[in-house]
């Protein structure tokens, strides 16, 4: 079970990147406006609007590629170099996007026009986001025995949180290090590039782990793969696996469709409802909510390690439940809490509430999040897909999951700066929406979703049956 933690942390540590790429956007997000955005005044209020969610959504385009090749690239190279690729590729992107100048002009000497290289970077991270994104939770649930395969692959979105929870508190402490306008100026630089720092300890975790034992039987290493597996778990089980695996890789064909067409559908559907319940509208722009609200820079952003601190503690709370109560059962739960925050955090935008019930009402919807939709959602994408199709149709739900992403990130910054809506909303309406889509995600798991808990990955491929 040591070896097991081990190789599962190491491989959570793609997560980190993802919270933390997550979060520092939130910290930046303003001096990004105000440096590249602001100033193109002869953009319209609608033209700018849309660039801004642009510029802070860009690595989410990013994040498609990523999350396309990396299905292929990891059965062809291997999970483990997939991992090694992607965090040199967000290292690099991580020093670069904080100094888009570098190697162009003087820094702060490209004026609007760093938007252009600054956009190029945070792509391009976005793309070692989309990689680690999809290959990380593979990686656990191939070396994961089925007992604990829902606790160790919820490791990977403790990672998330705590990368999150971590920037956060660096981005407070950037902040604090200066006056508002030095944020606006240098701040933002600092707390891009500290993201190389998790980076590097993900290259470095990559580098020391083996491959896992269904890659070795794909690529014909069964020696390796049954001396890892021998490893992993008590020599009976080992051999039993090692069965499974050769008979889930030979029975079907491994075209995308080979199980039929619902397992896709219902991945990708997942996929869809995880972001259209605006998880990242609240953790990419919780200190622009908190400023709506009259809050001031410092204070927005220790509001904002509140809310990353509860996401933290439920998400623990998720990594005890998910392999008792179920799949199911938590994704349902969630998804209503988040309905009824949700709609409160409309109703207190919409009549100009302030102080600690919005923030209350926040923290709640993390709370139904982080139980429910953070984490299990990854665990059932890494465990409901059959092993033939495994890499195929876990890039296209992770793929629709960052497009996802990337319309709410981009509507938000829309809508929420559209003077109409605000005169009438007061920029409580994105609320309202997400608050619609948690109730069509509750419905949704209820009726199409199988519950996959303490299954092998193999007996999971029963579940499907081609219509």
Known sequence: ???????????????????????????????????????????????????????IGIALLG????????????????????????????????????????????????????????????????????????????????????????????????????GMLLVYFVNLKIAESGTDEWVLSTGWRYMLASAGIPAALFFLAAFIMPDTPRWYVMKQKEDKARKL??????????????????????????????FGVGVVVVGVLLSVFQQFVGINAVLYYAPLMFKNIGSGTDQALFQTVLVGAANVVFTLVATFTVDHWGRKPLLILGALVMAVSMAALGILFQQKQEGT?????????????????????????????????KGKAMAIAVAAQWISNYIVTWSFKVIDGDSALNATFNHGLNYYVYAAFSVLAAVFVWKFVPETKGRTLEAIESLWKKS
């Open 229 to 258: 597996l021998s490893e992993l778990n008590d020599p009976q089980e080992a051999q039993a696996t090692m069965d499974e695996i050769r008979g889930s890789l030979s029975e079907h064909s491994g075209k995308l469709f080979s």
């Open 357 to 389: 019930l919005l923030l209350y009402a926040a923290m709640l919807y993390i709370a139904g999040f982080a139980l429910s939709w953070g984490p299990v959602v990854w665990v059932l994408l890494a465990e409901m897909f059959p092993n033939s199709i």
């Open 63 to 162: 994040c498609v590629l990523g999350s396309l090749i990396a299905g292929p690239l990891s059965t062809s190279l291997g999970r483990r170099a997939g991992m090694l690729i992607a965090a040199f590729l967000f290292f690099a992107s991580s020093i670069l996007s904080g100094f888009p100048e570098l190697g162009l002009a003087p820094i702060g000497g490209l004026g609007v026009e760093g938007l252009t290289p600054f956009m190029i970077y945070r792509f391009i991270g976005g793309v070692a986001i989309g990689m680690a994104s999809l290959i990380s939770p593979l990686y656990i649930a191939e070396i994961a025995p089925a007992k604990q395969r829902g606790l160790l692959i919820t490791f990977q979105q403790i990672a998330i949180v705590g």
């Open 1 to 55: 079970m040591g070896l097991v933690m081990g190789l599962a942390i190491g491989a959570a540590l793609g997560g980190l990147l993802f919270g933390y790429d997550t979060a520092v956007i939130s910290g930046a997000e303003e001096a990004i406006v105000h440096n590249f955005v602001t100033p193109r005044t002869d953009l319209t209020e609608v033209a700018r609007n849309s660039l801004a969610g642009t510029a």
